[in-house]
C-alpha cells in the first residue's frame, strides 16, 4: 500500500486484470466526460464517454499485456485511477493512459500511479516518455508538466470521430 501525498487513506497500486475491465472503463468514462465537457458537442461526448466506459472490456479480453503495463491505484475495493503505459521506438516509452476519477483529482492519486509507473520505466532503462494530450485539457497539461515533462513543440491533430479534429500536444521527460 502506498499513501498518496497529503491523503491520509491508504491506496493500494497494482497490475491491472480482466476482471478489472469495467471499473477501468468507469473510471475512463467519469475522467473524459468531465475534463472534456467543454471540448466536445454534448451530443459526441455522450457517445466518447460511453466508448470508454465499455471498451476496455474488449481490450482486456483481447490483449495479453506482454510488452505495455496497466496499473491501477484502489483505494478500499474503489478503482480510482489507472495508467497504461510501455515502450516505444528503441528507448522512449509512452503514456498512452493516465486518468483518475474526478472524485480524487487534487488528492494525489494520480501522482502516486505515476511514481509506480516511472519506477518501472526507470527500471525497464528506458531513456525518455512521451504522452500525448488533447491541448484543451488543461488539468492533463498541468499534471504532466508538475510531473517533469515538458512540451517538445509536438502537435497533431486527431479526429474522435465525429468530423472535427482536436489538437494534441506533446509531452516528453527524461529519466535521467
Known amino acids: 500500500?502506498?499513501?498518496p501525498r497529503g491523503v491520509g487513506a491508504p491506496l493500494l497500486v497494482r497490475d491491472a486484470n480482466p476482471?478489472?475491465?469495467a471499473a477501468i472503463g468507469e473510471v475512463h468514462a467519469e475522467a473524459w466526460r468531465v475534463a472534456h465537457r467543454d471540448l466536445f458537442d454534448g451530443h459526441w461526448l455522450r457517445r466518447l464517454v460511453e466508448e470508454r466506459r465499455q471498451g476496455w472490456a474488449d481490450e482486456m479480453a483481447g490483449r495479453t499485456f506482454e510488452r505495455n503495463t496497466l496499473l491501477?491505484?484502489?483505494r478500499g475495493?474503489?478503482?480510482?485511477?489507472?495508467a497504461y503505459f510501455g515502450p516505444q521506438e528503441l528507448s522512449d516509452?509512452?503514456?498512452f493512459d493516465l486518468y483518475a476519477h474526478p472524485s480524487v483529482w487534487g488528492s494525489g492519486v494520480a501522482w502516486t500511479l505515476m511514481?509506480?509507473?516511472?519506477?518501472?520505466?526507470?527500471e525497464a532503462r528506458l531513456r525518455r516518455v512521451r504522452a500525448w494530450t488533447v491541448a484543451g485539457a488543461n488539468?492533463?497539461?498541468?499534471?504532466y508538466e508538475s510531473f517533469g515533462f515538458s512540451t517538445t513543440g509536438r502537435?497533431?491533430?486527431?479526429?474522435f470521430g465525429d468530423g472535427r479534429p482536436v489538437l494534441e500536444v506533446e509531452y516528453l521527460r527524461t529519466t535521467r
Not at 511514481?115 to 526507470?122: M, T
Not at 488539468?139 to 499534471?143: D, I, L, P, V
Not at 502537435?155 to 479526429?159: G, I, L, S, V, Y
Open 1 to 3: 500500500m502506498v499513501l
Open 19 to 21: 476482471a478489472d475491465a
Open 72 to 74: 491501477l491505484a484502489e
Open 77 to 82: 475495493d474503489r478503482v480510482v485511477a489507472f
Open 93 to 95: 516509452a509512452e503514456v
Open 115 to 122: 511514481d509506480a509507473a516511472w519506477d518501472q520505466i526507470v
Open 139 to 143: 488539468r492533463a497539461r498541468h499534471f
Open 155 to 159: 502537435r497533431r491533430e486527431r479526429d
